[in-house]
């Protein structure tokens, strides 16, 4: 049976092996963070396609359970003045709307999904190089072990060490000028409309929020840092520290962003932005190393897509290994499938991290522009954000 290495347990690689699994593709995934890693972090708007992605290979289910269906997107200024409404999406022919979930939440049960389903996972097993043997590739590890097998994927995140180990001269991540932060709030009353999701272009900072249908909500802020923070900075930041530079940002903005504040469990922490706009070489034309996910095109968290893009390159590569004459063409067809959506999707999302971190000319441009967009938005009833939401896989047919 061919056997393939996936490295990185995160959002991809469980999927892919599941995806695998079922065209008769044996795999073993190796993660380096350990089995109970506290992998909280930002909520995460998961978008109608990754959940067609998931139902492609009958995983839909159980992730259908966790979080909360979003219907509306709205936009402020920090004035507190609309700048427009409208649909994440149009309907989609299977009513499957965008869903705002726990970002910890979904890589749990993708995990325990894989492993219900006999895949093994191999925690602190942490990639660091790899070669290609007479019949296929082993796999390195900082611990000294190996592992042999007929092909591997670089399922390993934004700073993927497999993408080096295919091209040492790979572009880094590109930082995006915009720090996360966010969370949930249990029993917290929001004067806000149910099943939309609030934004508002603050006057020095992007925030969110959404009322949740269990009595609290959901927030995420987005402070502008023009340089990237040096490693340790963020790290080094307290509660206090991010709960008083985000208060400072705020003040004076119209809307809740000073009660989200306040009422926010802490500890608060925060993350750095980066995307990852072109990877020239996603595989290394030799049909043993391949990158998916993050690893090969990760968008900015703005597009909103990083996790259904992810979950669309798993199902999609099964499907490629599935239908071509060797893992070789299997590889190329994936990336003629892949690069030109992905790449558009990326450039999008940069989009919009740009105008969440303008300075006060831009903002005025901004604010004045953006309406119209949101007003033509608003009369497709979402038929313009279809091109992101509305893909859809056929798993049972061949790829071309
Ligand atoms: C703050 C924030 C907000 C976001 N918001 C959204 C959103 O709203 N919507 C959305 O769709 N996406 C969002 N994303 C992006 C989304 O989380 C990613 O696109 C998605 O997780 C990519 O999946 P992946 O499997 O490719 O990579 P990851 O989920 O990053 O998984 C990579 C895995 O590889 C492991 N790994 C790394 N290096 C090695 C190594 N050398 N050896 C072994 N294992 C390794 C890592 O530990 C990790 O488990 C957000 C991301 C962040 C940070």
Known sequence: MTRALIIGGGIAGPVLAVALQSVG?????YERGSVDDDRRGAWISFQANGMDALR???LAGPVEGIGYETDDISFVNGKGKPLGRMPMAARRPDGQTSIL?????????????AADRGIRIEYGKEFVGAE??????RSRFADGSTADGDFLV???GIHSRVRQVIDPGAAAPRYVPVLNTGGYIPNFSLDAPDREFVMQFGTRCFFAWMKTPDGGAVWFANPPMPKEPAKGVLSGMSDADWRNWLRELMAGDAG???DILDAAPGPLTGWTTYDMPVVENWHDGRGRMVLIGDAAHATSPSAGQGAAMSL????????CLRDCSSTARAFE???SLRRERVEKIVAYGHRGSARKAAGPVARVIRDAILPIGFRRAARDGGESMMWLQGHHIDFASKVA
């Open 25 to 29: 593709i044996d795999s073993v995934i």
């Open 56 to 58: 492609a290979i009958g």
């Open 101 to 113: 979930m726990p970002r910890a939440d979904l890589y749990a049960l993708l995990a325990e999904q």
């Open 132 to 137: 290609e043997t007479a019949t296929g590739v």
């Open 154 to 156: 670089g399922a390993d």
């Open 256 to 258: 809740p962003a000073l």
């Open 312 to 319: 669309e390159d798993a199902v999609i590569l099964a499907q």
């Open 333 to 335: 067809t994936f990336v």
